[in-house]
């Protein structure tokens, strides 16, 4: 494998994670985001997921973004008779936002995120000293 190589696959892997941050960050924004009006639906968390590509002109397996999706998990009924999206029992839909969940994919994604930051500096290092060999 060429050292283009690999910078090539931990970038295709950075970009990923940036994607999947940006969307846990969505999600936890949008965590206590109700519907206005009886009937309505409350936020719906939002998911990504990613599949394997080859990059024939290279010879390169990269990973990319295949979908955005919902989670179809239902909702959080809870009872507030007082808010205008309250049905005829006072229920309200709460999104099916779980902030602990969130966090945990943040999490894991900053640390994939960062693995791939490590593999791009370390080939950046033995390019490094490989020109300071050949000096």
Do not use: C, W
């Not at 409350?42 to 990504?48: A, G, L, N, Q, S």
């Amino acid at each position: 494998m060429k050292l283009e190589d690999a910078v090539r696959i931990a970038s295709a892997g950075m970009k990923v994670q940036s994607t999947r941050v940006q969307l846990s960050a969505q999600n936890l924004a949008n965590a206590e985001s109700m519907a206005t009006h009886p009937g309505g639906e409350p936020y719906r968390r939002r998911t990504v997921s990613f599949r394997e590509v080859l990059d024939r002109d290279e010879g390169l397996r990269l990973v990319n973004v295949h979908r955005f999706s919902e989670d179809p998990t239902p909702f959080i009924r809870a009872l507030d008779p007082g808010h205008p999206a309250a049905d005829a029992d006072g229920y309200v839909l709460r999104p099916n936002v779980s902030p602990l969940v969130e966090l945990m994919d943040l999490r894991e994604a900053q640390r994939s995120y960062e693995a791939n930051l490590n593999a791009m500096s370390l080939t950046r290092t033995m390019v490094s000293r490989t020109l300071d060999l050949l000096k």
